[in-house]
């Protein structure tokens, strides 16, 4: 058996392992929006270096106040800031959020469905981009990258500790996990990453791949 199919048979279990534990762990605040484009690509844009608590409080409150582009734009900014106060950087945000909305009324309110589309809008990097495009559309061509997926990525071995770029991490990724897991490893690994594998203290004596891992960096 080569090396690569190893690898990717090790990435099936680990998989394998951790996907019904994460019916006890905290869901990601984007499962709550699946299938729905513009609440996808808003709560993605707004969970930038924030916590999932943060960015679902911050989301349901701007929903329930507005949940179309030309709705949103009706507001007031006072409204939007107190609705999305939790999240980090909340006055970039105010004005990211006022670019995408009106951009997207300009094109009748349809959300892009490619990478190169979403980034051109402020405050939409490929992270935010791959991350509604899957939650949106289903599109689950690349891995979505955030901090926990890279942590985990290179504690796992799946990824060389000295990649910095998401994009990289994506391709390092995909060359190793079945393409049948692609669309569910970022939430999973937020997860896992939230409950056990956390940055500063991983909990190694109680996780359910211990024996899966090697434990790189740690």
Avoid at 66 to 88: C, F, N, Y
């Amino acid at each position: 058996m080569s090396a690569l199919k190893r690898e990717s048979e090790r990435a099936r279990a680990i998989f394998d392992r951790l996907k019904p534990l994460a019916l006890d762990w905290y869901p990601t605040v984007m499962s709550r929006h699946y299938g729905q484009p513009f609440k996808a690509l808003i709560s993605a844009m707004l969970s930038a270096q924030t916590r999932e608590e943060q960015t679902t409080a911050a989301s349901e409150s701007l929903f329930a106040l507005a949940d179309t582009p030309a709705g949103v734009l009706a507001l007031s900014d006072e409204q939007i800031l107190s609705a999305i106060s939790r999240v980090s950087y909340p006055g970039s945000k105010l004005g990211y959020l006022r670019d995408i909305c009106a951009r997207l009324v300009e094109n009748g309110g349809e959300v892009p469905r490619t990478v190169d589309e979403l980034i051109a809008y402020k405050g939409v990097g490929w992270k935010v981009a791959t991350l509604t495009l899957l939650i949106a559309y289903g599109r689950d061509e690349d891995i979505p990258v955030d901090v926990h997926v890279h942590r985990i990525g290179i504690r796992q071995g799946f990824v060389t500790p000295d990649t910095k770029k998401p994009p990289s991490v994506n391709d390092q990724l995909k060359a190793i996990l079945p393409r049948a897991i692609w669309a569910e490893w970022n939430p999973l690994m937020v997860q896992f990453g939230r409950e056990v594998c956390q940055p500063r203290y991983p909990r190694c004596k109680v996780c359910p791949v211990y024996d899966l891992c090697p434990r790189i960096g740690v």
